[in-house]
């Protein structure tokens, strides 16, 4: 009977509250509608450092604003999406089970494309005056306008990881990749596409080999497909023979490579932060001889965005969250190696002094480039290209055939 | 009397809490898998999903493997429980045997599959302890064991789990199917010891543990968590891809993971209607065996045998989860050493919050299932004892029918169904969605107990002047204290082990042990991984010691119900 009660109480409590949304420009009420709420942010949960600094971000805020943050692991951002389109097939238009996603381009660019999103709102928090709106791309997402309907919390850049003790010397093309794959068969591989950082590393090979790159920032259906990718399924037919596992078996992701690096499966791995490696090292994931390169025509840079489903209970206690990851106090946290190493998305010039000063005496740490060597960023074709070349990717490689 | 009509009424909402939401979540599924999805402005009927089904590549693969690996890890599992039960019943080695299985029993499915993974991967333990002392290897070679295209791993790590399972179903059956005596007759007419067994005792045993092997078999073809940590990936099986359907972006995509649902129904249907022609096939090559009257010239190795995949089976889950803890307190832990280079609780601090928090949400789900699942149980049996009726053989079916089905079939349907009522995102609807699998299990294990309980009890304290009630309280239920006690620790490791109703009902407001173990599991990282696998683990063990122990302690005065 307990059961049936709790049912019976559940679809009472699910009325639909149709409460105002916040208005984010009036700041002091949203932090006065914030205190109280809890937001469950549903964020990847693959890496303990990433959750650890979830978990420390939910600390800072609850201190400082009453918001509670439960962080809801994922295995992957679309379960997130899923649910919220679950959501609004069932008509539950408000009170959904998710407050804040960091979400990645494709799935923004579909959730824009299908109302699901609250806002704008991102460039109404205050701490957005903070942000290098002008030198890093925190305004598109793989070439889609955020238009104020994602917040950046997170700058990132491919580069590779390279264990020293087998492979001494950067690399600095994707041929060359592939010559020394070739070379020394076995020592190499990427994740699955689709997964995200192996999708990634097909845009890479492909932005590295072809001639004119340019023609990626346009949707799929403007291009001649065939003739921009051949060049990539070319590179691919040679590479994969010498991959880890003969490319038969593949990392189900990005950590899982490095666990591959630590067990000495593999020498090489591609990382979609620069001090992913530094961190990984202080807690033991890596062995402390791997370090870090870029190509020499420069590598694919993108920015780690959050944002806020519309059917969300807790908007203001969200915008308070999203707000404080773009803060200083939090920037600075995420860019230390020892926690998270994530580049910042803020502007040193616009920042107080204090602060300044702060990020200026971090140690990078051992294995992460200074930004002077990073290298030229490369912007992210559109999301049309990812889908696109990651289906043909399954049917070439991920079947068995 | 109306408290008589309570228990009456008890098998028909027993039926309804399990068949319900099973038949809701397979409508659910149906409709879509026809084209008709609102939300994705999809209606009417149209073979749009099953043509992207058959569009997608990986299918012929992923069929045969589904099929592949669910006949072979049941038929393993079968032939070694066979052959154990056969060789080594009634023998100490069996015993100790017995006693290393019966608790792996409980170890979750995720928790053995990680174990297994760390245990034979190329960097794995086993190397790493020969190495390079034996095979001279300074790095791991370059050998696809873990997630190889064959599911050779995953039928491992199948069979690893399910022979203590058929083992257990094995044992509840001999009891009752005069197995001793039969196979005394037939040693003293020259027959081995395996061969007498086989012959005489297995056709009545297999009659009875057939349900249990079915649910093996259906269990193996749609399983998600262990085929993800240890299933082959170029393509993978059907019923993870269904998952990675359902979650994708693109709705139009959940109209295929419903067509691929409904195809897994099928395939399950065949591969049951393939193993009753099998079942056909080896009654009548097992008559015209008997019917030569051999007396088992292969005997000795048959026994060797069966010892032997016994042990390897125990062995590798008893080191898999050793594994698991060693990687939870190591430091760095490079190939080839057999040993990390230091130890620290670095991982285990770190993992406290959040695990304190997945515990408690693990332990008051499966509290609470284990509870309600009890509740019913009983009814159902008090009302077969006090109606006289005995539970049919449809009535059986019926209780195993959640466990026949693809969990990937029904619980899809049924979040969307939920969601439709506003009954989502909270723990009430994972406990009514766990009762689902944690009822059969529940009411197999403490069916037999009840019903072998001797009557006359109940008639004599009946003659002393206590109602129905009265002898259910003070007489039955104390005296049935540890199978009580024993259903119910089944019911909790169930509910422990439970990932897909517990992700895909939960909506990831509930997170569990297991589906905090398998998130990290897609990151790899070994020592997360090892911290959370032993945790649940233990979770899963906790109540059958507790099961142990209270009888013996609250009966310490009455040697007769130690059982």
């Known amino acids: 009977m307990n059961l049936l009660r709790s049912l019976a109480v559940l679809a009472l409590a699910a009325q639909p509250a149709l409460a105002a949304d916040p208005d984010p420009s009036d700041w002091s009420a949203v932090l006065e509608e914030a205190r109280g709420q809890t937001v469950f942010w549903n964020a990847w949960g693959g890496s303990t450092a990433t959750n650890d600094f979830i978990a420390w971000a939910g600390r800072r805020v609850a201190e400082d604003h009453g918001v509670t943050v439960e962080h809801v692991k994922l295995t992957d951002t679309a379960d997130a999406v899923t649910r919220v389109l679950t959501e609004r097939q069932a008509g539950k238009d408000s009170g959904g089970a998710i407050d804040m996603i960091w979400i990645n381009g494709p799935n923004f660019a579909a959730m824009k494309d299908a109302d699901l999103l609250f806002g704008p709102f991102a460039e109404a928090l205050p701490n957005w005056s903070f942000v290098d709106v002008d030198g890093k791309t925190v305004r598109s997402d793989f070439t889609v306008p955020t238009d104020g309907y994602e917040a950046p919390w997170a700058m990132a850049q491919v580069v590779f990881m390279h264990d020293t003790e087998d492979l001494p010397e950067p690399l600095g093309s994707m041929a060359a990749i592939r010559d020394w794959a070739v070379a020394n068969p076995g020592r190499f591989t990427y994740p699955q596409p689709p997964d995200f ?44 023979p010498a991959l880890w596992r003969s490319g038969r078996a593949y990392p189900a992701n990005g950590p899982a490579q490095l666990q591959l690096i630590a067990d000495n499966e593999i020498d090489l791995a591609i990382s979609f932060s620069p001090g992913e490696a530094t961190a990984a090292i202080e807690t033991g994931q890596l062995p402390p001889s791997v370090r870090t390169f870029v190509l020499d025509r420069g590598t694919l840079g993108n920015a780690s965005f959050v944002a806020i489903p519309y059917n969300s209970g807790a908007k203001a206690g969200a915008m308070v969250l999203a707000n404080f990851l773009m803060s200083p106090e939090a920037q600075l946290r995420a860019q230390d190696p020892a926690v998270l190493g994530y580049g910042t998305v803020l502007d040193m010039d616009r920042l107080p ?20 060597e990073l290298g030229q960023v490369q912007p992210e074709p559109h999301p049309s290209w990812m889908t696109r070349i990651a289906e043909d990717w399954t049917r070439r490689y991920g079947t068995g055939q | 009397m109306p408290r008589d009509g309570l228990v009456r009424s008890v098998p028909a909402l027993t039926l309804l809490a399990m068949l319900g939401p099973v038949l809701a979540g397979l409508w659910g599924t149906v409709l879509p898998a026809l084209g008709h999805l609102p939300a994705a402005g999809e209606t009417g009927l149209s073979g749009a999903p099953f043509a992207r089904l058959l569009d997608w590549p990986g299918l012929p693969r992923a069929i045969w493997l589904s099929l592949g690996t669910g006949l072979a890890a049941t038929l393993i599992s079968l032939g070694i429980v066979a052959l154990i039960v056969a060789g080594w019943w009634g023998t100490p080695a069996f015993r100790a045997l017995e006693r290393a299985l019966s608790p792996l029993l409980s170890v979750p499915h ?17 190397a790493r302890v020969v190495s390079p002392a034996l095979t001279g290897w300074d790095r791991p070679p370059d ?29 509840a059956a001999l009891g009752q199917s005069d197995g001793a005596r039969s196979l005394r007759v037939a040693q003293a007419l020259g027959y081995g010891r395996v061969t007498g067994w086989l012959k005489c005792v297995f056709p009545r045993v297999y009659a009875q543990i057939r349900l249990p092997v079915f649910v093996v078999l259906v269990f193996g073809m749609s399983v998600v968590d262990v085929a993800v940590i240890l299933g082959p990936t170029t393509p993978a099986t059907l019923s993870v891809q269904i998952v990675r359907w359902m979650n994708d972006p693109d709705l139009a995509l959940r109209m295929t993971a419903a067509a691929g649902a409904l195809l897994q129904l ?26 030569r009257g051999g007396r088992g010239w292969a005997d000795p190795a048959l026994r060797a045998g069966g010892l032997l995949a016994g042990a390897v089976s125990a062995l590798a889950m008893l080191a898999g989860i050793a594994a698991l803890f060693l990687w939870s307190v190591a430091g760095f832990w490079g190939f080839p050493d057999a040993l990390p280079e230091a130890y620290s609780l670095r991982t285990w601090t770190r993992a406290a919050p959040g695990m304190a928090d997945a515990l408690a949400d693990t332990a008051l789900v499966a509290l609470a299932a284990t509870a309600l699942a009890l509740m019913l149980v009983l009814g159902c049996l008090e009302a077969e004892h006090r ?13 195993y029918l959640p466990l026949l089905l693809p969990q990937t079939a029904f619980l899809p349907g049924l979040q969307t169904l939920l969601l439709g009522i506003g009954a989502d995102t909270g723990r009430a609807p994972v406990i009514a969605a766990h009762l689902v699998f944690v009822l059969p299990y529940v009411f197999l294990s403490l069916g037999d107990p009840w019903r072998a309980w001797d009557v006359r009890h109940g008639r004599i304290a009946a003659a002393l002047g206590a109602g129905p009630w009265r002898v259910l309280w003070t007489v039955r239920l104390p005296m049935l204290l540890r199978p009580v006690l024993t259903a119910a620790a089944v019911g909790i490791a169930v509910s422990v082990g439970q990932y897909l109703p517990t992700l895909l009902i939960g909506g990831g407001r509930v997170a569990t042990l297991t589906t905090e173990a398998v998130a990290l599991a897609s990151g790899g990282d070994r020592r997360a991984i090892g911290a959370y696998g032993v945790a649940q683990t233990a979770a899963a063990l906790l109540p059958f010691a507790v099961a142990l122990v209270v009888p013996t302690l609250v009966w310490r005065n009455r040697r007769g119900l130690h059982g």
């Open chain 1, 353 to 372: 002094e204090a602060d300044r000063a702060a990020f200026a005496a971090l140690d990078q740490g051992i294995a992460t480039l200074a930004p002077d």
């Open chain 2, 266 to 291: 099928a395939l399950v249907l065949g591969a049951l209607c393939l193993w009753w022609l099998g079942e056909r096939a080896a009654a009548r090559l097992g008559r015209a065996a008997v019917l």
């Open chain 2, 110 to 126: 995720a928790a053995a599959a990680f174990g297994l993974a760390f245990l034979i991967a190329p960097s794995g333990w086993i």
């Open chain 2, 143 to 171: 050998w696809l064991i873990v997630n190889d295209p064959w599911g050779l791993s995953l039928i491992a790590g199948l069979v690893a789990k399910e022979v203590p399972f058929l083992l257990l179903m094995t044992l």
């Open chain 2, 387 to 399: 109606s006289g009726r005995a539970l049919t053989r449809r009535g059986l079916w019926l209780i």
């Open chain 1, 197 to 240: 950082l192996g999708v990634t590393f097909l845009k890479q090979a492909l932005i590295d080999i072809t001639q004119d790159a340019e023609v990626l920032q346009r949707p799929v259906t403007e291009a001649d497909y065939d003739a921009v990718t051949d060049p990539l399924w070319a590179y691919l037919d040679t590479l994969t």
